[in-house]
């Protein structure tokens, strides 16, 4: 398997544009993570999904984050509109639920706000 | 609630020297136990876990952890360092009561001196 894939790997928008990160998680996982890294708060999980399904949200930390999964193999999360402190790297992770929990991590994608 | 503590932010040490991470974790219940690593501009990676059994855990790269209930510990335990364990290291509490989603320490860098 190719592993959890993340796009793009690297982006630079200017303050007020919309940002779609986009992930595929591993085939067959039935939970997916989004988490957001930065120095100072440093790995925040923002929203997980099982089955399509948003879980908890609680870690989304405005309005202007949203996120989505419209089947088993895609997820989105937007951010609109943009600001600089949102500069951070945004990972997406899944995993088989139950007794496996362990999650994988894809690369990442470093988003920059200026 | 659970939550996990690493209480060292940063650890140095020499090459070839022993190393121990520490990790406590809060659970109300059998925990299932993870520890990842992050290379510099990478996911996080599972180094090895905790579902049951056997309370030492052998995982990747040579490392192995012990779980200690009395303590509330999982510590992570590498005989001898090389410098390209240089990383960050997470340790991570999740099971079957929390629907899939681990609780993540802020982790620990570690420094390899040659």
């Known amino acids: 398997d190719a592993g959890v894939i993340q796009s793009p790997r690297h982006e630079v928008t200017e303050m007020g544009q919309e940002v779609t990160l986009r992930c595929k998680p591993i085939?067959?996982?039935?939970?997916l993570f989004w988490y957001r890294q930065t120095m100072m708060r440093g790995l925040e999980l923002l929203i997980y999904f099982n089955n399509n399904v948003p879980i908890d949200d609680s870690g989304m930390p405005e309005d202007r984050f949203s996120a989505k999964m419209p089947n088993a193999s895609f997820s989105t999360l937007k951010i609109q509109p943009s600001e600089p402190r949102d500069s951070a790297v945004y990972f997406c992770a899944s995993s088989l639920g139950g007794r496996s929990d362990e999650q994988y991590f894809g690369p990442g994608t470093r988003l920059t706000v200026t | 609630a659970q939550s996990v503590t690493q209480p060292d932010i940063h650890i140095t040490v020499s090459e070839g020297a022993s190393l121990e991470l520490r990790c406590n974790y809060s659970y109300g219940a059998t925990p299932y136990l993870f520890w990842y690593v992050q290379s510099p501009g990478q996911g996080l990676q599972l180094l090895l876990k905790y579902f049951s059994g056997d309370t030492l855990v052998q995982g990747i790269k040579g490392f192995e952890a012990e779980f200690k209930r009395s303590q509330s510990s999982f510590n992570l335990r590498k005989p001898s360092v090389h410098w390209s364990d240089a990383a960050e290291y997470f340790c991570a509490v999740g099971g079957r009561t929390n629907a899939g989603k681990s609780t993540f320490g802020d982790g620990t860098t570690l420094t390899v001196k040659p």
């Open positions: 085939s067959g996982h039935d939970y």
